[in-house]
T-cell receptor, first 115, second 113 residues
Framework: GAVVSQHPSRVICKSGTSVKIECRSLDFQATTMFWYRQFPKQSLMLMAT?????????EQGVEKDKFLINHASLTLSTLTVTSAHPEDSSFYICSAPKQGANGYTFGSGTRLTVV | GDSVTQMEGPVTLSEEAFLTINCTYTATGYPSLFWYVQYPGEGLQLLLK?????DKGSNKGFEATYRKETTSFHLEKGSVQVSDSAVYFCALSTTSGNTPLVFGKGTRLSVIA
């Protein structure tokens, strides 16, 4: 149980275009979703926290107009990278807290490459 | 603020060698501690966890003991396999529920046959 499905797993886009990443909780209600970014050979850095029905909370240094987060329902949170540039190329992972043995469940990640 | 420090890699071991990856933390209160594993090209998987002092988490031959006196949660395995090659992340959470995990920088382990 407690599965988060993240799509797409890989995406290549041209500079200037926008990319949407979806995370769906399949068997539980995710009132909160954490969005992380991971650069090659580095740790996961928290970008923002989304809460269903309210505005996301962004970490310092993360541009909210560039990384649009929507959490319109209890089972879906989306991250849209707007006007993507090569420096946005990274591995993006979502995570939802889940009461139970594991505590947190992670999506499988999205590798974004901007060319 | 809360933080996690883990030994930098990469770590390269021969098959059946003993593994230790050090992890220490700084936190207010009494955090829960986790080890996550990331295989190449994949997301994170929970490897083990401990929620209070002296607890030992274990899974797939890996173990880690929550040491409050040394604020540590070192990961150990007695005999590594090639399939254990991955990146290992130590993490903490100071509350259960809606706060994000704080991760260490990760340690890349390569096991050679």
């Amino acid at each position: 149980g407690a599965v988060v499905s993240q799509h797409p797993s890989r995406v290549i886009c041209k500079s200037g275009t926008s990319v949407k990443i979806e995370c769906r909780s399949l068997d539980f209600q995710a009132t909160t979703m954490f969005w992380y970014r991971q650069f090659p050979k580095q740790s996961l850095m928290l970008m923002a926290t989304s809460n269903e029905g309210s505005k996301a909370t962004y970490e310092q240094g993360v541009e909210k107009d560039k990384f649009l987060i929507n959490h319109a329902s209890l089972t879906l949170s989306t991250l849209t990278v707007t006007s993507a540039h090569p420096e946005d190329s990274s591995f993006y992972i979502c995570s939802a807290p889940k009461q139970g043995a594991n505590g947190y469940t992670f999506g499988s990640g999205t590798r974004l490459t901007v060319v | 603020g809360d933080s996690v420090t883990q030994m930098e890699g990469p770590v390269t071991l021969s098959e059946e060698a003993f593994l230790t990856i050090n992890c220490t933390y700084t936190a207010t209160g009494y955090p829960s501690l986790f080890w996550y594993v990331q295989y190449p090209g994949e997301g994170l998987q929970l490897l083990l966890k401990a929620t209070k002092a002296d607890d030992k988490g274990s899974n797939k031959g890996f173990e880690a003991t929550y040491r409050k006196e040394t604020t540590s949660f070192h990961l150990e395995k007695g005999s590594v396999q090639v399939s254990d090659s991955a990146v290992y992340f130590c993490a903490l959470s100071t509350t259960s529920g809606n706060t994000p995990l704080v991760f260490g920088k990760g340690t890349r382990l390569s096991v050679i046959a």
